[in-house]
């Protein structure tokens, strides 16, 4: 038996519902974004590492989402409200990506919970609140302690091999 588009488009609304979001115009760390994003882990995906974005800071709706891989050649499938965006503004939506992607692979492989990113995002915890949550932060807290932005936390993951950066 064949599931309808419907029955799909469905299932996948009640997926997304369930993984964390950011709305661009909450951003506080690093500052708003002109775009938003549903992100979760992906235990449950069999697939590569990747968020689902919209280019809309005001509004998150399931349906106008797209696509955006954080691994391999960093694909984007844009939402069906997308298709004007240049390529500029995509470049800056990929840069954001990039420069969090120790975090984003964390959350991807839970060893930290997507609402706590999403909290230090909104501004609602510091960079070393959001650090406690880490599976590792209590085997690493003394040098953790020291680290207080994520250009360092990623060097200290890499060094370590604490995160799975997924080829990048």
Not at 69 to 90: R, V
Not at 122 to 135: A, K, Q
């Amino acid at each position: 038996m064949e599931v309808s588009k419907t029955v799909k488009r469905l299932i996948q609304d009640d997926a997304i519902l369930a993984m964390s979001n950011v709305r661009g115009k909450f951003v506080k760390n690093p500052s708003t974004l002109p775009f938003s994003f549903y992100f979760s882990s992906g235990v449950e995906y069999p697939h590569s590492i990747r968020v689902k974005p919209s280019f809309n800071p005001e509004k998150l709706k399931p349906s106008m989402t797209g696509i955006l891989k954080l691994s391999d050649d960093w694909g984007f499938i844009p939402g069906p409200n997308d298709g004007n965006i240049s390529e500029s503004e995509i470049a800056e939506m990929k840069a954001f990506f990039r420069r969090y992607i120790v975090l984003f692979s964390a959350v991807w492989d839970e060893q930290m919970q997507d609402g706590v990113l999403a909290d230090y995002f909104r501004g609602d915890i510091t960079f070393n609140e959001m650090l406690t949550d880490l599976d590792f932060y209590e085997e690493y807290r003394s040098e953790l302690d020291t680290i207080d932005n994520v250009e360092d936390l990623e060097k200290f993951c890499r060094e370590h091999n604490l995160v799975n950066m997924y080829g990048n």
